[in-house]
């Protein structure tokens, strides 16, 4: 299907009414516009997965036997839970990044990690300490009954985790947690200080070029609330999907 | 907005224009005070900065040495900042000014803008070395360091396919340029000229020809823009072009060869 009608349409926009949206009928602002989407939504569902994934593991290490593991986990969370975000950005990028270096074919030294990579270990590492303290929350409302009720069945502590314990604090985790990835998901835009050709930092390029800041701001508004949006509409249908009909913590 | 502002220039300006006539020829001034007045920066080396004695010493003030001399009158620097330099004009605190100010129409309205420019800042890439770069085509799909909102990295990735890097502030690129995240950094080539000359840029160079020159303009009053004044002035950046004083000037201080000035100097002779 040729869309190009589309596109001449905005620049009759533009034209009549003076709204000028380059992202549309400018080919090359457009696919840097695209690109930067892409690198955003990208950004937010690795940052996301990783960071649900360190709060699991860290809220079952949490309750490890080993007090050298307990103190490791307590240490990590106050560490990037009390710190800024665009703080620890600028820290790993340009602290850390600048020891990682190996020597490349063509003899120039490059960092081992890129900006990406940075902004999504980053990011995952900043929202991951929140998670571990809202799947503790969560785990902590599990009745001690249940759990020792799972003992007496002869679970492991590991197997009880798995199979009886997360099953049901996720449940309880969830509102605490939607919060906490929702905050996650607007906190990508903080990437554009690395460099990170994500949404903030491309709309940004774009109104240096083509002085429409206006334009731009209310585009990023409308995708935001779309891509948030999306997020909690999905973890609300997971929400309704995974209820227990008559479990009440 | 832009149209209250454009009235307010305009209408200062017709103040000036009205009210010109009234004020003492500047050219006379000078030479019935035997000493020439000229604005440049003391900050911006080498073009207009301090020596180890104090003096305001650079390419601008050799410049404004010749104006001194073609008068026959002793030579008086004043220094002045980006913020200033125009009021300094209008007040006539300072004769003549030469202070690496871009021309733009906005400009012209406020002071009297002297053509020919006499320089002109563009566009070059600080590039590792290692990286033997050569034209600007080289810089196809390679990371390039910027500034975040430079007009310049728009054509830049246009026109030769460069991956922009651009982060908030000079400080920032030139940390990633010297952490190998890019393999040049492309900024104003007037920025890089002292950086190459310290011990820590050793590694790096300027291999790429100077592009998207924008022109600096000496200044006088805009009433006496074509005036004697004005006009001596026009003569005398002519003549500098023509003679190859400004290329002579720029080697003195060790500049890199200017584009801008081989192509003026071609137009003039």
């Known amino acids: ?249 | 907005m832009l149209q209250l502002i454009v009235a307010g220039v305009a209408a200062v300006a017709a103040f000036i224009i009205t009210t010109g006539p009234l004020a003492a020829q500047t050219l006379d001034k000078i030479k019935q005070r035997g000493v020439l007045v000229v604005g440049t920066k003391a900050d911006y080396k080498p073009f207009g900065f301090r020596d180890t004695s104090g003096a305001i010493v650079g390419f601008e003030p050799d410049l404004a040495r010749d104006v001194a001399s073609r008068l026959g009158v002793r030579l008086e620097l004043e220094p002045v900042v980006s913020s200033n330099r125009m009021q300094f004009l209008q007040q006539g605190k300072i004769d003549l000014m030469l202070a690496t100010m871009n021309v733009t129409p906005e400009r012209r309205q406020t002071v009297g803008i002297i053509d020919p420019s006499y320089y002109a800042s563009g566009v070059n890439v600080l590039a590792i070395k290692r990286a033997s770069l050569k034209t600007w085509e080289a810089l196809k799909n390679q990371k390039i360091c910027a500034i975040q909102g430079a007009w310049y990295n728009k054509v830049v990735a246009e026109k030769y396919g460069a991956e922009i890097v651009a982060f908030r502030g000079q400080a920032e690129s030139e940390t990633a340029l010297l952490q190998g995240n890019c393999i040049g950094w492309m900024y104003d080539d007037t920025a890089f000229l002292e950086r190459l000359g310290e011990p820590k840029w050793a590694a790096f160079e300027m291999p790429l020809e100077t592009i998207l020159d924008e022109p600096w303009g000496a200044a006088v009053k805009l009433e006496e823009r074509n005036g004697p004044w004005g006009q001596f002035m026009t003569t005398t950046i002519t003549e500098w072009h023509r003679s190859g004083k400004l290329m002579e000037v720029e080697k003195k201080w060790n500049i890199p060869p200017s584009a801008f000035l081989k192509k003026l100097r071609a137009e003039t002779k």
């Open chain 1, 1 to 249: 299907m040729d869309i190009q009608p589309v596109w001449d349409w905005f620049r009759v926009l533009h034209a009549t009414t003076g709204i000028k949206l380059t992202i549309f009928y400018d080919a090359f602002d457009r696919a840097r516009f695209f690109n930067g989407l892409l690198t955003s939504i990208r950004l937010m569902a690795l940052c996301l997965v990783c960071s649900v994934a360190i709060g699991i593991v860290g809220a079952w290490v949490q309750g490890s036997r080993l007090k050298l593991l307990r103190a490791l986990t307590q240490a990590y969370i106050q560490f990037f839970r009390n710190t800024p975000p665009l703080v620890q950005l600028y820290f790993f990028y340009f602290a850390l990044g600048g020891y990682l270096r190996i020597t490349n074919a063509a003899g120039l030294e490059v960092p081992v990690v890129s900006n990406f990579v940075w902004a999504v270990i980053c990011l995952s590492l900043y929202a991951g300490a929140f998670n571990i303290e809202i799947f503790r929350a969560g785990i902590e409302a599990v009745p001690k009954e249940t759990v020792d009720a799972a003992e007496a069945l002869g679970y492991s502590r590991f197997k009880a985790y798995v199979y009886i314990i997360l099953p049901l604090a996720f449940r309880i985790s969830l509102p605490a947690l939607n919060n906490n990835l929702v905050n996650l998901v607007k906190t990508t835009t903080i990437a554009y200080a690395i460099a990170v050709p994500e949404m903030l930092y491309v709309a940004n390029q774009i109104w240096s070029d083509e002085l429409n800041v206006a334009e731009m701001m209310n585009v990023l508004l409308v995708i935001y609330v779309s891509l948030v949006g999306v997020l909690v509409y999905v973890i609300g249908r997971w929400e309704r999907a995974l209820r227990i009909p008559g479990y009440t913590p």
